[in-house]
Nanobody
Framework: QVQLVESGGGSVQAGGSLRLSCAAS????????MGWFRQTPGKERERVAA???????SYAESAKGRFTISRANAENTLYLQTNSLKPEDTAMYYC????????????????WGQGTQVTVSS
């Protein structure tokens, strides 16, 4: 059974950092693009970062220079290092998987975790 489990969220002050993790199982992890999305009430789910099977990364403009996505294929684990956090980064963060290519829209992704909450106070 496919399972993605996020962890590492929490409450931090502005300027702080969190390292989010996503443990994946039940599918060919190394063949999938993995992405981090975030969502707040009333807003469309937004792709924060993605990394394909070759390690190529992409970031939302709001994340560039502050967030780093990485993957450990041997451990079936995805990471998002978030630095210089801002209150506007507050959201539920989800990891998701898409076969091979990195889809742009959240609706394209096949598998989703339950999310981990990130709260940034000013």
């Amino acid at each position: 059974q496919v399972q993605l489990v996020e962890s590492g969220g929490g409450s931090v002050q502005a300027g702080g950092s969190l390292r989010l993790s996503c443990a994946a199982s039940g599918y060919a992890y190394s063949l999938y693009c993995m992405g981090w999305f975030r969502q707040t009430p009333g807003k469309e789910r937004e792709r924060v970062a993605a990394i394909d099977r070759y390690g190529h990364t992409s970031y939302a403009e709001s994340a560039k220079g502050r967030f780093t996505i990485s993957r450990a294929n041997a451990e079936n684990t995805l990471y998002l290092q978030t630095n210089s956090l801002k209150p506007e980064d507050t959201a539920m963060y989800y990891c998701a998987a898409h076969p091979f290519r990195c889809g742009s829209s959240w609706a394209e992704y096949n598998f989703w975790g339950q999310g981990t909450q990130v709260t940034v106070s000013s």
